[in-house]
T-cell receptor
């Protein structure tokens, strides 16, 4: 069965510093997609970044980058230059399809990030 | 503006009653999804639909029902058979191939 593990229930980071949020996944499939979503206290899920299992380059989107280590089955999110508005829950998720429907997702339990001024 | 609209934002239900949560999207997405989130947990898939008049069960479909009569709409009914319905419900939509899912603002359901 596919599974996402986020081992950090909470993290603190100083404003303007970088932070890494851990995510490991378990699947026997060769074709899959990995996502990170941000959930502020208002509740909506905001898409941050996507990595396909066949993508050789690590994905980057502005201040977000995904450190994809396929052999270790890890997909850590790196946020550079943290801002106060980055304080939120962050969820790692996996889709069983590469290039297919991306809404059928398996989520981890999340990491609560708090940015200190 | 394009997006996904869930209503209501807060919903209270008496035990034994069915209740329907609304989800509408104007993104022209083919696929729509319902997720449930419990405190301190990630999201779990209830139902999804990739085409009108067709839908599939997710991991926790028991006690829920859906319909997909229009491309834009995917309402979720929480039935009295759902033993622990108090939760935060999120609706999402995406193209069937190759795009991320977009989420609505969620409905917080409380059984009183």
């Amino acid at each position: 069965a596919q599974k996402i593990t986020q081992t950090q229930p909470g993290m603190f980071v100083q404003e303007k510093e970088a932070v890494t949020l851990d995510c490991t996944y378990d699947t026997s499939d060769q074709s899959y997609g990995l996502f990170w979503y941000k959930q502020p206290s208002s509740g909506e899920m905001i898409f941050l970044i996507y990595q396909g299992s066949y993508d050789e380059q690590n994905a980057t989107e502005g201040r977000y980058s995904l450190n994809f280590q396929k052999a270790r089955k890890s997909a850590n999110l790196v946020i550079s230059a943290s801002q106060l508005g980055d304080s939120a829950m962050y969820f790692c998720a996996m889709s069983p399809n590469y290039g297919g429907s991306q809404g059928n997702l398996i989520f981890g339990k999340g990491t609560k990030l708090s940015v200190k001024p | 503006d394009g997006g996904i609209t869930q209503s209501p934002k807060y919903l209270f239900r008496k035990e034994g009653q069915n209740v329907t949560l609304s989800c509408e999207q104007n993104l022209n997405h083919d696929a729509m999804y319902w997720y449930r989130q419990d405190p301190g947990q990630g999201l779990r898939l209830i139902y999804y639909s990739q085409i009108v008049n067709d839908f599939q069960k997710g991991d926790i479909a028991e006690g829920y029902s859906v319909s997909r009569e229009k491309k834009e709409s995917f309402p979720l009914t929480v039935t009295s058979a759902q033993k622990n319905p108090t939760a935060f419900y999120l609706c999402a939509s995406s193209y069937v191939r190759g795009s991320e899912a977009f989420f609505g603002q969620g409905t917080r359901l409380t059984v009183v």
